[in-house]
């Protein structure tokens, strides 16, 4: 399936909006499951979205109404875009894909939100 490259992280100010993408090179097959983790310092990695390849979704409760992620149809391309950010947004965001016997994990791109 290839490597998962992502693209878009940055600094932006509390309120501001950035967006987030991320691709899977040399890829021949769907990966059913595509979405985004995030990591803090001192934290364990979280959820902070989902999407199958039919287009069902799945937020954490801290982005919803914020966020919103999606996937381009056919392709294993998806994106986030995050909204209203707040400084506890702050972390290193990696994409994730799940097919039913692998996991893969992108390079990860910070995020720096700004009070």
């Known amino acids: 399936q290839g490597k998962l490259v992502e693209s878009g992280g940055g600094l932006v100010q509390a309120g501001g909006s950035l967006r987030l993408s991320c691709a899977a090179s040399?890829?021949?097959?769907?990966?059913?499951?595509l979405g985004w983790y995030r990591q803090s310092p001192g934290k364990q990695r979280e959820l902070v979205a989902d999407?199958?390849?039919?287009?069902?979704?799945n937020y954490a409760d801290s982005v919803k109404g914020r966020f919103t992620i999606s996937r381009v149809i056919f392709t294993n391309t998806v994106h986030l875009q995050m909204n209203s950010l707040k400084p506890e947004d702050t972390a290193v965001y990696y994409c994730?894909?799940?097919?039913?016997?692998?996991?893969?994990w992108g390079q990860g791109t910070q995020v720096t939100v700004s009070s």
């Open positions: 994730n894909g799940r097919t039913a016997t692998d996991t893969y």
């Open positions: 999407i199958t390849s039919d287009g069902t979704t």
């Open positions: 040399e890829s021949r097959y769907s990966i059913p499951l």
